[in-house]
């Protein structure tokens, strides 16, 4: 390779570095706190008062994603390479769980709607977007925050 090829490989290198190591200020673990529950209040609170449209809905669910995600993506106060070391675990963790979840959920539907539901033809749902981004995004806050205390 010539010299110029090198550069750029370089150069990409350390762009695909800086994305890896992206995170947040530890200051929008608490905008993203607030954002996840007033998301969740006003999912609750439009469902029970107003009934529940589509758009609504979805707009609440998706503060609810990125407050969850801008939890998950800040940094600790004092960051340092086990707290690192156990954030990355716990991705790997809410990742496997995640798809063990999306596999085995359907199944767990199906038959308890089977059992205790009065319908001759049940189907097979499967998940969607929001209740497999939220369920391990949760997994990857609480066992993040599990492994940081009990180090």
Do not use: W
């Amino acid at each position: 390779m010539n010299n110029t090829t090198n550069k750029i490989i370089e150069c990409e290198r350390k762009k695909i570095h800086q994305l890896f190591g992206f995170q947040l200020h530890h200051k929008y673990k608490l905008l993203g706190l607030i954002i996840a529950i007033s998301g969740l209040c006003c999912l609750f609170i439009f469902r029970m008062s107003v009934g529940e449209t589509e758009i609504v809905r979805e707009v609440f669910r998706k503060l609810i994603l990125i407050g969850l995600l801008m939890i998950s993506i800040s940094k600790d106060k004092e960051e340092d390479e086990l707290t690192i070391t156990l954030k990355a675990q716990s991705y790997k963790f809410a990742f496997i769980c995640g798809v063990f979840y999306a596999i085995v959920q359907p199944f767990i539907n199906f038959g308890v709607a089977f059992l205790f539901s009065q319908k001759e033809n049940n189907e097979l749902l499967q998940l969607g977007d929001f209740q497999l981004l939220f369920f391990m995004l949760i997994v990857q806050i609480m066992l993040y925050t599990f492994l940081k205390l009990s180090r």
